[in-house]
């Protein structure tokens, strides 16, 4: 089985009614690299194809029904994002933990895992967590636990808890996601380069229809943000970042086992080889472009590091309200502490990881962390 750029945008228009195509061209390159790459390879199973294409799908149709809210509600398009707080670092340092607290704030404003795909029409006021698509999101939970046993021990998101905005950019096909959940080398390489302008855009306009309903001060979550911080400003001149800090050989490590745990779509085990031969710079570059940010703009951008955080979550996140200049009130305390409670850490199991389960020593990688550690010394 194939698919081709105009079977899935077919299907996008026969599930949207008709809405007319995404209003910008821009989604085109990103999805055409990716098909270009999965033929090359060709070793997607046929279960596999069908994933694909109903993730594809999916960010065409989300897409399509952006633009349209838009355009029936010309003034949504000028309502400001003020003040926006982005949480990023390299995967596996804490940016989970930490945006499901800040979550628990009602002052707070998440983005949903129910609601990445199903922003039109937004939910009414109040019902983020009553909403039907998201109880029948929440359904699928269950079967998650139960069937991906080994990827829920690393990461697990629950359908109404916050979800990384690697959903929004991927409806512009600018997602690092598209590129970690298979083998497709050549889109990431490009996704590390090309110009995020269109997805951000897109990003931001999924955020002003979600507010009209349930506003609150934006919190928001995609460690690969990292990559595109200099975007990241661009697009949110006012935002606050908050970034995440932990030692990157032990995240390294993390994140190759949970990658390679979560990896679908083929029978042919070449992900391990994919994995070595490009993960390794993608993250690498998750510290050196934030690192250069942060010299140049000190006093948007907050510190936290992995250690201090497990080691006293409540201390460190007032720290953080003090930073924004935000207030600290009982129901925010209450909320999370709630949350902690409930989510003690290996919850859903422990995960384990190491290096020389990939063949690695610390010497080997080395060179992508040299100029960040002598920044942020967290190795151990």
């Given at each position: 089985?194939?698919?081709?750029?105009?079977?899935?945008?077919?299907?996008?228009?026969?599930k949207t009614s008709g809405l007319p195509d995404p209003e910008t061209d821009?989604?085109?390159?990103?999805?055409?690299?990716?098909?270009?790459d999965h033929a090359a390879a060709n070793?997607?199973?046929?279960?596999?194809?069908?994933?694909?294409?109903?993730?594809?799908?999916?960010?065409?149709?989300?897409?399509?029904?952006?633009?349209?809210?838009?355009?029936?509600?010309?003034?949504?398009?000028?309502?400001?994002?003020e003040r926006p707080?982005?949480?990023?670092?390299?995967?596996?340092?804490?940016?989970?933990?930490?945006?499901?607290l800040l979550e628990t704030d009602p002052a707070n404003r998440s983005l949903l895992r129910w609601e990445a795909y199903n922003i039109v029409p937004p939910a009414a006021p109040g019902t983020l967590r009553t909403d039907p698509r998201c109880i029948a999101e929440k359904a699928k939970d269950e079967m998650i636990l139960k069937h991906a046993a080994k990827v829920a021990a690393a990461h697990f998101e629950p359908?109404?808890?916050?979800?990384?905005?690697?959903?929004?950019?991927?409806?512009?096909?600018?997602?690092?996601?598209?590129?970690?959940?298979?083998t497709t080398p050549t889109y990431h390489d490009w996704i590390l380069f090309t110009d995020m302008a269109?997805?951000?855009?897109?990003?931001?306009?999924?955020?002003?229809?979600?507010?009209?309903?349930n506003p609150g001060r934006w919190v928001m979550k995609m460690p690969s943000d990292s990559l595109f911080i200099r975007q990241l400003f661009k697009t949110f001149p006012d935002?606050?970042?908050i970034?995440?800090?932990?030692?990157?050989?032990?995240?390294?490590?993390?994140?190759?086992?949970?990658?390679a745990g979560s990896r679908p779509f083929s029978e042919i085990d070449e992900n391990r080889e994919y994995m070595k031969q490009r993960f390794p710079l993608q993250l690498g570059l998750h510290l050196s472009r934030p690192l250069e940010v942060a010299a140049e703009r000190p006093d948007d951008i907050y510190h936290l590091y992995y250690s201090d955080m497990v080691a006293d979550p409540l201390g460190q996140v007032r720290k953080i309200y003090d930073w924004l200049g935000d207030e600290w009130t009982p129901q925010a305390e209450a909320g999370m502490q709630g949350w902690l409670d409930e989510n003690p850490q290996n919850k859903h199991g422990k995960h384990s990881y190491s290096l020389e389960d990939w063949g690695w020593s610390k010497s080997d990688i080395e060179p992508y962390f040299s100029d960040y550690l002598r920044v942020h010394p967290v190795a151990r």
């Open positions: 089985m194939t698919l081709t750029l105009e079977d899935i945008l077919d299907v996008a228009r026969q821009s989604w085109r390159e990103g999805l055409e690299i990716l098909l270009r070793r997607v199973t046929e279960r596999g194809w069908q994933t694909l294409r109903g993730r594809y799908v999916d960010c065409l149709t989300t897409r399509m029904a952006v633009d349209e809210f838009h355009r029936a509600n010309p003034a949504v398009t000028a309502s400001r994002i707080v982005f949480i990023l670092g390299m995967p596996r340092t804490g940016t989970t933990m930490l945006s499901y359908g109404d808890g916050p979800t990384e905005c690697v959903h929004l950019v991927a409806q512009d096909f600018r997602s690092l996601m598209l590129a970690v959940t298979n269109s997805a951000f855009e897109h990003r931001k306009r999924a955020m002003q229809v979600l507010q009209t309903t935002a606050r970042v970034w995440t800090h932990r030692d990157p050989y032990a995240a390294f490590a993390s994140s190759f086992n949970m990658r």
